[in-house]
């Protein structure tokens, strides 16, 4: 058909993370992002591995032009000729956590291979244990993870492997994972033995109370993966999440903890999890974790990313 083209609204058009092209043959970009639809871990309310497909809708809302995003403020655009690839997303095993935990590490292992930043689009949060396999062979690393929760518990419900564990597990299997910075904390219900054992590791446990002081306690010319758990938010802010807590993070906040930590350290992957987009038929959880995604692209790239 030989018909104008007008551009695609969001709501039309192939179904990719901002409208990113598919990797085809050898390849390589900037900026790659995974899928891991996979919820088998979670404690409570289930539907992250939904989270995928619904941040690629909710993504093309916020696809940048040729010449990225323009600032007004600042009259120059961001995310300028940043090269992104949508890599789709890996395939899982029904019910077969120990080829599930191995599908997930050489598929992260695959696309670091490929791009400068991994972008990881969760499922909930205990698919970190197997991303962070991937950073096997790095002489160090720290963890920044934005969540209400700890996710250091030894165990829940008698297994290791809940989203209640990813970083627990990674410790003890990554001798390079020196130091985890939590920022967010919250709540009601905390497991005394993970604080103790998260404490006596030397990691930094940032409650909302001492969110003042997050800025000064975050790490500084340091190799970083970040792991963004949408909880963190206040659920006023996104509802759709498994485990949601009160009095959490605004939008602002978050991002203004991201700027500092992405202009004074070198981030070697990104995951984002425990979006459950059926808890929020508003779309408006999906929404705001997609302009999440791209608001950190942006300051990746201004931080010296590409």
Request: aromatic share 8%; hydrophobic share 40%; charged share 20%.
């Amino acid at each position: 058909m030989n018909l104008p083209d007008y551009g695609q609204p969001p709501y039309a058009g192939p179904l990719s993370f901002a409208r990113a092209p598919s990797p085809q043959g050898t390849w390589e970009a900037d900026v790659a992002v995974l899928g891991i639809p996979f919820d088998l871990a979670l404690g409570y309310r289930p539907g992250a591995r939904s989270a995928p497909r619904a941040l690629r809708e909710a993504s093309l809302r916020y696809a940048p032009g040729p010449e990225g995003y323009y600032d007004p403020r600042r009259d120059r655009y961001r995310l300028a000729g940043c090269r992104i690839v949508d890599a789709g997303d890996v395939s899982l095993p029904a019910l077969d956590l120990a080829e599930t935990h191995r599908c997930v590490a050489e598929a992260a292992s695959w696309l670091r291979g490929r791009c400068r930043l991994p972008v990881f689009l969760g499922g909930d949060h205990s698919v970190s244990y197997p991303l962070l396999l991937a950073y096997s062979e790095l002489p160090a690393f720290e963890v920044v993870q934005i969540d209400a929760h700890l996710d250091f518990s030894d165990r829940r419900q008698g297994s290791p492997y809940t989203n209640s564990s990813p970083f627990r597990r990674a410790c003890l299997a990554l001798p390079a994972l020196r130091r985890i910075t939590t920022i967010g904390l919250r709540g009601l219900r905390h497991d005394p033995e993970a604080v103790a054992e998260a404490k006596r590791r030397g990691h930094r446990l940032i409650f909302m109370e001492d969110l003042d002081r997050a800025a000064e306690l975050l790490p500084s010319g340091a190799l970083v993966y970040l792991s963004i758990d949408v909880d963190a938010l206040d659920p006023s802010f996104l509802p759709g999440t498994s485990s949601p807590e009160p009095g959490g993070l605004s939008y602002g906040q978050l991002v203004g903890l991201l700027a500092p930590l992405l202009a004074t350290n070198r981030l070697i992957g990104l995951d984002l999890v425990e979006l459950s987009p059926a808890l929020d038929p508003s779309g408006l959880s999906s929404l705001v974790a997609a302009r999440l995604l791209m608001e950190a692209l942006c300051l990746w790239q201004e931080g010296g990313g590409p």
